[in-house]
């Protein structure tokens, strides 16, 4: 099974939570008490966000946690990036991948293939999406040749 770590879904849901009232900053502890988290894992997760560009953060009484970019030019891929590093199905798609059977496997190109395909989906989901009460209509079809498997009986 493909699944994210729970770091990475409390990371979408609080910021989800920020983008849903960008107009002031927002503190960890009221931010932990909104997604019902407990703290700890909130400012972790924050810190990581912050980090990772996503987030800024002021010290203050008027301080907090906001967005470092508008919801819509956020991704869900960033988000995942941000907790877990690269999207990638293998050790072999993503760049830096270090395999021992990359000249032998004969499927490497494929799984390359399967990678950009979920990276092109967690693309196009943005952050307004995730916090947006209207579910999402994702497309149909990803911009993605198919690879046909029938086996040649000649």
Excluded at 62 to 69: D, H, I, K, N, P
Aim: overall charge negative; proline content about 6%.
């Amino acid at each position: 099974m493909l699944k994210l770590s729970r770091l990475t879904d409390y990371a979408a849901v609080v910021m989800a939570q920020i983008a849903r009232h960008p107009e002031h900053p927002q503190a960890a502890a009221d931010l932990a008490e909104a997604v019902q988290l407990p703290h700890p894992t909130v400012s972790k997760t924050l810190k990581m966000l912050v980090k990772a560009g996503l987030l800024e953060s002021r010290r203050g009484a008027l301080g907090g946690y906001s967005l470092a970019r508008p919801a819509s030019e956020i991704t869900t891929i960033d988000i995942i990036t941000a907790i877990e590093g690269p999207v990638a199905m293998t050790e072999c798609s993503h760049d830096g991948g270090d395999c021992e059977l990359a000249a032998t496997c004969g499927v490497a190109d494929n799984w390359q293939r399967v990678s950009l395909g979920v990276r092109t989906l967690l693309g196009s989901v943005t952050l307004a999406h995730l916090a947006s009460p209207t579910p999402i209509k994702l497309p149909v079809q990803l911009p993605i040749q198919s690879v046909s498997l029938a086996a040649d009986t000649a």
